[in-house]
């Protein structure tokens, strides 16, 4: 095994370890008669029957895991939204499966629109003696999708475009994507009448904050309006998305709301306190899988193939792609140059932003393929890498998920090869990093990183290994 099949082994490993289904299972159980979720006891003699709703790139997976763990001694049925392809192979029992997008393309469509009515009309014609299980992975906001009267898909494809490709936070962006919502932001939880409801969650998330892994359709929003325009106002300021976007947020922050529409108003609004209470009361939430979890298993698989290793999971927000690159080229360099006591294994996991250049300039890629990128230029501008360092270095930096961008990549690989390649080609990385094309470059080297659909999106993971 070369190095290159030693960092992929090692980021398999951390994929591996937060697959959907296995998750599941490590997490859900039956045992006296009682449903057992994490620290979740819930005594099966109050329900009739089990009614399965969610949506994510990893719903399907989680779904299968779920009719394995208990579906042999519950009944369960119900629909889920997941990204095309994700469902093919698993066995899903009754639980109906919505092909809401392609795969590759993580923004809404039409057909979410119409799985995630299904969805909450299911869950609004649900009764007390039901139980309802949620379960909701990274990329739920593209696939669980509900305007609300006077927001069209439209406007929202064009919000989600624009902030997403002026370098905001998922923090930022499901901010936005919640107060645009019927069932985002607590919304799916409002609507619900069973008499309860457990949310298993998978999370693409740094730090696992509830109400936005998925812009959080089963938590209470901790966010107001007056934060989802403060947002709009960071990226928006000359106010180029649409008119009814900044109505819609101004009408909430003035808590003008008369002026929304009835049907919104009896779904998110009208509840009675008693109401209200009772839902929440009834709600429980596990995490059953997160990026620290990924990153510690490929740790353990480093740890397997000799090397010694340092691991890193990111707690909050990383910043830019390319800032993360650098970064990672000054602690390789450090790796490659500094003494026995040097780990020779770096693995790291977070999920930092891409600012795009125009439409007209634009190539393709992703996070990862411009991280490894940017990584790649600041070796070849660093006078301690010299070019016998490059046959002991490889970087590999992916998405958990399978996806990087709109591309069939996960991400990218540095390595020997590639640089050879890039000098034999007498290509420009610079060039190729300022127009967001690093997908091209890596296909021109040989340096992409493509997996397929993975079954769970947990961010990102990034394998440095050094050779001695």
Known sequence: MNSTERARAIWQAGVDAVQGDQAVISQLSIEDDCLIAGDTMIPLADFDRVLVVGGGKATASMAAGLVRAIGVRVALRGRINVPAGTAHGQNLGDIQVCEARPAGINEPTELAVAGTEAILADVASASPRDLCITLISGGGSALLVAPPPGISL?????????????????????????????????????????????????????GDPLDIIASGPTVADTAA??????????????????????????????????????????????????????????????????????????????????????????????GTAEAVGQRLAEIAVAMLHGGPSEPDCLITGGEPVVRLVDADKRGRGGRNQQLVLAAMIALSTNPDFTSADRSRLVLLSGGTDGEDGPTD???????????????????????????????????????LFITGPTGTNVCDVRVLVIER
Request: net charge positive; hydrophobic share 40%; proline share 2%.
């Open 154 to 206: 439209a406007d929202k494809l064009a919000v989600t475009r624009h902030l997403s490709g002026s370098g905001a936070s998922i923090h930022e962006l499901n901010t936005v994507r919640k107060q645009l919502s019927r069932i985002k932001g607590g919304g799916l939880l409002r609507a619900c009448r069973a008499g309860r409801m457990l949310t298993l969650i998978l999370s693409d998330v740094i």
């Open 225 to 318: 309006p007056g934060d989802a325009l403060a947002v709009l106002n960071k990226f928006d300021p000359n106010r180029t998305l649409p008119a009814a976007i900044h109505r819609r947020l101004s009408l909430r922050e003035s808590s003008a709301t008369s002026q929304l529409s009835r049907s919104e108003s009896i779904v998110s609004s009208q509840l009675s306190r008693s109401e209200r209470r009772q839902t929440e009361r009834t709600s429980d939430t596990v995490i059953i899988g997160n990026n620290a979890a990924a990153v510690d298993a490929a740790g353990i698989r480093a740890e397997s193939l000799g090397y010694s290793h340092a691991m890193d999971a990111a707690t909050g927000h990383e």
């Open 409 to 447: 990549a996960a991400g990218a690989i540095l390595n020997e090869s590639v640089w050879r390649a890039a000098q034999s080609l007498a290509l420009d990385p610079v060039d190729y990093l300022q127009r967001n094309d690093a997908y091209t470059f890596f296909q021109k080297t040989g340096g």
